[in-house]
């Protein structure tokens, strides 16, 4: 898949319908904390007189409740960041298969559980962001962020982050463990500093002058664009960005995404739910609420998401990335990833 700077597919898209109006309730469990997704939820509510319950908290979190209730549990929906999670969630049994034309059909298949229980519902591109008053040849790939030419200039986040995970996964994937485990040691070598927080401290260390090369989300510098984001925006020319391997199989790619519940006491609420987020309107407002790609093909972009130009993305299959999450946790303990 390559995304573009401009979009003029989705005028030619008909938006998915609406499901027809119907009484009930859908629990959500969500660990998205965007205030954005509010419309989300009020348009489908309006459109099916659905009403939605909220239980939202941090992803692990909710995974522990929904483990916890078990059978009993309330959930209909669990929506999460990463694929990381949404295998944890898939591997704890507290997910289950949907037959869904619509999902089967709007969600490219690389994002989407093979089973059927999860959905990549938007994404983010991981990439490379550099020093542009100070580097005149930045890393052009992700493998090169472990060249030895870049020592003591690298800000990333810790291992712990499931973004830095699901990225070390899709090396693994794609080039194997031994070259991975390299990788991973390349980076530790050439840490600017000791990983310390979000991605948008990361680009606030290139403001800073704390390091020249950064790796983060995409929507954390378009939101940087669109808004004031304190320490990045105010020099946000200053910072350059990098698409990496634009030659290879392009820049990797993680989900926001959601599934059904083991024990959904409204699925058919939930199947709807899906359904709606994976609609023209809500694809839409994933970019223009929160800075995100939308999964399905030929949604207009955000401004601020048509800035960061045109590129290829991976187009691996996700649930073979999720299968080596393990691994690459492994990894990071072995080469002392903090």
Excluded at 107 to 118: E, F, G, K, T
Excluded at 231 to 252: F, R, Y
Excluded at 280 to 296: C, K
Aim: hydrophobic letters at 40%.
């Amino acid at each position: 898949m390559t995304f573009c700077k401009t979009s003029t597919a989705a005028a030619a898209l008909m938006a998915l319908a609406l499901p027809a109006l119907a009484d009930g309730e859908l629990n959500l469990y969500s660990s998205r904390h965007y205030d954005t997704d509010e419309r989300l939820y009020s348009d489908f509510t309006e459109a099916t007189g659905i009403t939605i319950n909220r239980i939202e908290g941090k992803a692990d979190e909710l995974l522990a409740r929904m483990e916890a209730e078990g059978a009993n549990s309330p959930a209909d929906v669990l929506l999460t960041v990463d694929t990381s999670r949404l295998k944890r969630a898939k591997d704890l049994g507290l997910l289950q298969a949907v037959e869904s034309e619509t999902l089967e059909e709007r969600i490219p298949s690389n994002l989407q559980d093979d089973d059927n229980q999860w959905f990549g519902l938007s994404q983010r591109a991981r990439i490379i962001f550099f020093n542009k008053e100070t580097m005149d040849n930045p890393p052009e790939t992700y493998m090169d962020l472990a060249d030895p030419a870049y020592k003591g200039q690298v800000c990333i986040r810790s291992s712990t982050n499931t973004y830095n995970q699901t990225l070390l996964a899709s090396i693994v994937t794609h080039e194997g463990e031994e070259a991975a485990t390299e990788w991973a040691q390349g980076v530790v070598d050439n840490m600017a500093r000791a990983p310390q927080g979000g991605d948008t401290d990361q680009l606030r260390g290139i403001v800073s002058g704390e390091c020249d090369i950064a790796v983060s989300n995409s929507y954390y510098f378009a939101r940087a664009i669109r808004t004031d984001v304190d320490g990045v925006s105010a020099d946000i020319g200053k910072i350059g960005v990098i698409w990496p391997d634009q030659e290879g199989n392009g820049a990797h790619m993680n989900l926001s995404g959601g599934g059904v519940a083991k024990n959904a006491p409204n699925r058919e609420n939930a199947v709807k739910f899906l359904e709606y987020l994976a609609s023209d309107q809500a694809q839409v407002y994933f970019s223009a609420g929160n800075d995100e790609f939308p999964t399905v093909e030929g949604v207009e972009l955000a401004e601020s998401v048509k800035q960061l130009g045109e590129f290829k993305a991976d187009d691996v299959n996700l649930s073979d990335v999720a299968e080596n999450i393990g691994t690459a946790q492994k990894i990071f303990n072995s080469v002392g990833w903090e």
